[in-house]
């Protein structure tokens, strides 16, 4: 079942609203409907949610500028998420994309405050001061993403700053730095002068949000010459589609892996996990695996990056990739395996 609802296309790019993200807008209207919130501030809401899509579309039509695949755009409760194929470490490339949402918000903003001076006056009062507040939420929202710390874009914009200056890892590092100590001052000013656990919680978010990036980067530069070829497994154990599941069962203890490619005739056909075998019931066990097969592959190259195939692996939520040259099966590689080169370059790193 998925996760998310596809709501429209731009420039190429489907934007889908989460499933929770829709129990929330109908909570809100719900919360209208007896009266414990105004319509006025559901709208301000909704609307509030239209600019976060906005301001991610910028992001993502500026990173396709620069050749960066978009794959999607999701609306959580939390706000929007542009899942890019890759951020560029070019630092200009970065400007521009980083700074691209907050740019949105404030033009926004502009505009909508010209409109409210040019109809104060004419317009009733409820209306004047509805469109002031929607300005307000785009200046807040547009200065929130230019604070100098990870995940906001303001930290994306602080690294390629310094990477000018320095190595890209080095800003990275520094970079988080700056957004941790801020997290901490937001976190003491929350906790102890205005008694606010809100700010206490966006502090969170920050800190955890600049740890993540450059663990990520750290990832990104271990692993940034290292191929598919270097570290899949080249025989590889195959299924074929009228291999029954209890047979497939007996292999996978066997083998101790937890997932096999399916080939028919030599062609990949799909892919079954230990997971899907698991979720049938011993008396339906003597079916084939064509029946619970993921026939839908998503898979690698000998020469792709391994930092590209782990963000497949962890974009699509899966445990690894059939490797094809040619059309043809020449191994498999899985994020346990990518998991132990990365501790082995670790180890090695921190040696030198």
């Known amino acids: 079942m998925r996760s998310s ?24 209207y719900a919360m209208v409907f007896l009266n414990f919130i105004q319509l006025q501030l559901a709208v301000l809401i ?29 609306l959580l409760p939390i706000g929007g998420v542009s899942q890019m194929e890759k951020v560029p470490k070019n630092p200009v ?11 949105t918000n404030f033009v926004i903003a502009a505009v909508f405050y010209l409109i409210l001076v040019a109809v104060q006056g004419i317009i009733p ?3 004047s001061a509805f469109i002031y507040d929607f300005v307000l939420v785009n200046v807040v929202l547009g200065g929130f993403n230019m604070l100098p710390a990870f995940p906001m ?8 700053i310094l990477a000018n200056r320095m190595n890209y890892l080095r800003a990275t590092k520094l ?20 008694f606010n656990p809100f700010l206490v919680l966006v502090a969170l978010f920050i ?40 047979d497939a069962l007996k292999t996978m203890y066997q083998k101790r892996h937890m997932g096999y490619p399916v080939l028919d005739e030599g062609k990949l056909v799909g892919i079954v996990t230990f997971h899907d075998i ?26 792709e990056g391994v930092v590209d195939a782990l963000n497949k692996i962890t974009v699509n939520n899966i445990g690894r990739l059939p490797v094809m040259e040619d059309e043809k099966l020449v191994g498999i590689i899985s994020k346990t395996d990518i998991m132990r080169v990365l501790e082995i370059l670790s180890q090695k790193n921190q040696k030198m």
Do not use: C
């Open 5 to 28: 609802l596809k709501l429209i296309t731009v420039f190429g790019i489907p934007i889908e609203l989460h499933v929770s993200f829709l129990f929330l807008i109908l909570f809100i």
């Open 125 to 127: 009062l409820v209306y």
């Open 278 to 303: 698991s979720q049938i019931p011993d008396t339906k066990r003597n079916i084939n695996i064509k029946e619970i097969m993921t026939e839908k592959v998503i898979t690698s190259t000998p020469n």
């Open 93 to 103: 490339q970065e400007l521009w994309i980083s700074i691209a949402g907050p740019v």
């Open 153 to 160: 874009d303001g930290g994306r914009i602080l690294r390629s």
């Open 207 to 246: 800190y955890i949000g600049a740890d993540q990036e450059y663990k990520s980067t750290v990832i990104s530069s271990l692993l940034e010459d290292v191929f598919v070829k270097d570290i899949m497994t080249k025989e590889v154990k195959i299924f074929h589609p009228y291999t029954t599941i209890d």
């Open 175 to 194: 970079s988080a730095s700056i957004g941790k100590q801020l997290a901490i001052i937001m976190a003491i000013v929350g906790l102890l002068i205005l």
């Open 46 to 74: 909704t609307l509030l949610f239209v600019t976060v899509v906005i301001h991610e579309l910028s992001h993502s039509y500026v990173a396709q500028r620069y050749g960066v695949a978009i794959e999607r755009i999701i």
